[in-house]
């Protein structure tokens, strides 16, 4: 009778890597290097705008892209129209992503793009310790690999649930805060085959302060009445989601 046990982390993660490195196309991490700690996504508030690309056999279409990084480890990301029109509104969470609003022509490519959002932008948490491979330094979040390289070390490749993902250009989030240390990755492009490819290019970028709760000890406010604020002018946007951008 065969005795059934829980695989090791290890060895899943050194099966993950024996199978995937052979392709991975990051820079190797000079010895001198190693030492550092890693980096993905900025770990604080920040907001970036650019544009999306979504490219299918027969179809094309691009958009303003909002993300905004929440500042707990989650990432958000709203599709906008030329015309103002959302497109969709996602969210990462700890396993994956949730739409806040999609039209119809656009769902097709979410998981891709909820995962782009989470692997790219957000932080996953992974499971174990990363592990040295062939010079790169890889970890495991879910199905995916996480590959770190480059001097500085930073993610720049997830290869595994889906389409390989492109981590690159990496600059300083703020120009006024440059040697602040968070970097924000400026392009990520998802790569299928027939040509499929997802491409998020992120322009203008800032950190963004936390919310802080309502101070208690705050003066009431004044018991005069006072005049009616005047109606906000109609947009195209769903109220909750990209309007509070």
């Not at 993610?155 to 600059?171: F, K, N, P, T």
Request: overall charge positive; proline content about 9%.
């Amino acid at each position: 009778m065969r005795k059934s046990g829980i695989v090791p982390l290890s060895l899943l993660l050194a099966a993950s890597l024996a199978a995937v490195s052979c392709g991975v196309r990051v820079p190797q991490v000079p010895p001198a290097a190693r030492g550092q700690v890693p980096h993905a996504a900025p770990t604080g508030p920040w907001f970036a705008q650019g544009r999306m690309e979504l490219v299918l056999p027969g179809k094309r279409v691009s958009c303003t892209a909002l993300v905004r990084g929440l500042g707990d480890g989650r990432a958000r990301l709203a599709l906008m129209s030329d015309e103002g029109l959302q497109l969709a509104d996602l969210t990462s969470t700890a396993d994956g992503y949730e739409v806040n609003q999609a039209l119809d022509d656009l769902k097709k490519a979410l998981p891709a793009l909820g995962r782009m959002l989470r692997q790219a932008y957000a932080l996953p948490a992974e499971q174990g310790h990363r592990q040295w491979c062939n010079g790169r330094l890889a970890g495991l979040s879910g199905k995916d690999t996480r590959w770190f390289g480059g001097d500085p070390v930073l993610l720049r490749s997830v290869q595994g649930d889906g389409l390989d993902i492109a981590i690159e250009d990496y600059r300083p989030l703020s120009a006024s805060t440059p040697g602040s240390g968070e970097l924000l990755a400026r392009e990520v492009r998802a790569n299928g085959p027939f040509g499929i490819t997802i491409r998020i290019h992120l322009g203008q970028a800032k950190v963004m302060e936390s919310k802080r709760a309502p101070d208690a000890k705050a003066s009431p406010p004044s018991a005069q009445p006072s005049s009616p604020a005047p109606a906000a002018p109609a947009t195209a946007t769903v109220p909750g989601t990209a309007a509070d951008f």
